[in-house]
């Protein structure tokens, strides 16, 4: 079964950055594309960015310019460096594992293949 691990989240200043980690225990479906949602209120997750097997990345329109995604093939591993940090970008991160359609809302930890536990961001003003 894959298991996501997160690691890296913490409380930041605004304008700050931070770097989150994601392990892949192993690939279940070898098309299986990485990404990362954030939860805020309430119990809808938010796509922040996603990066498919041949590196092509997806950023959400309030994250563009600030926030990168990468993947480590030979670790089995995916990060999202968050620079200049906002107050709205505290949230839990999760990593997600999908072959599918990564919606731009969905259901927190249902919905798609694999969810890691979740890794706390919070942005102070």
């Known amino acids: 079964e894959m298991e996501l691990t997160e690691s890296g989240g913490g409380s930041v200043q605004a304008g700050g950055s931070l770097r989150l980690s994601c392990t892949v225990s192993e690939f279940t479906w070898d098309d299986s594309d990485l990404g990362w949602y954030r939860r805020g209120p309430g119990n809808e997750c938010e796509l922040v960015s996603s990066?498919?097997?041949?590196?092509?990345?997806f950023y959400a329109d309030s994250v563009k310019g600030r926030f990168t995604i990468s993947q480590d093939y030979a670790n089995n591993a995916v990060y999202l460096h968050m620079s200049s940090l906002k107050p709205e970008d505290t949230g839990v991160y999760y990593c997600?594992?999908?072959?599918?359609?990564?919606?731009?809302?969905?259901?927190?930890?249902?919905?798609?293949?694999?969810w890691g536990q979740g890794t706390l961001v919070t942005v102070s003003s």
């Open positions: 990066i498919s097997r041949d590196d092509e990345a």
């Open positions: 997600v594992a999908d072959r599918g359609e990564w919606l731009p809302f969905t259901t927190c930890v249902v919905g798609m293949d694999a």
